[in-house]
């Protein structure tokens, strides 16, 4: 299974970056592409990958850690700057603010799956 942990943006986020894909899809040639749904989106702070979940599935173990992880970080506020491809089959939206915040929370929740011994 595929896990990534990620923090969902806010409805008014979710808005405007509908509104700039909406522009995108009108582009020639976006008709082709398949275009992830809106409740996918997500600010990635980390990517898994492939989670084995079995002979243990390390899946409820994680769950229960990331829950910690979110309740002991404290908000934190980041705005849209830029965008960009990668792979050739995923669009990003890049943030600037308190990105430093934003590092930390990443780093708990990388380490919530090491100490989970999933991977």
Do not use: C, H, K, N
């Amino acid at each position: 299974m595929r896990l990534f942990a990620g923090v969902l943006p806010p409805p008014s986020v979710a808005a405007e970056l509908g509104r700039a894909v909406d522009q995108l899809e009108d582009l020639p040639g976006a008709s082709a592409l398949r275009w992830t749904g809106r409740p996918g989106w997500r600010l990635t702070l980390a990517f898994y990958g492939e989670v084995r979940q079995e002979p243990a599935d390390p899946v409820p173990e994680l769950i229960r850690r990331l829950a910690l992880v979110a309740r002991r970080t404290p908000p934190f506020t980041l705005a849209l700057r830029g965008a960009g491809v990668f792979g050739g089959r995923s669009l990003w939206a890049d943030v600037a603010g308190d990105t430093g915040a934003r590092a930390r929370a990443r780093y708990e929740v990388v380490a919530a799956l090491a100490l989970g011994g999933g991977g």
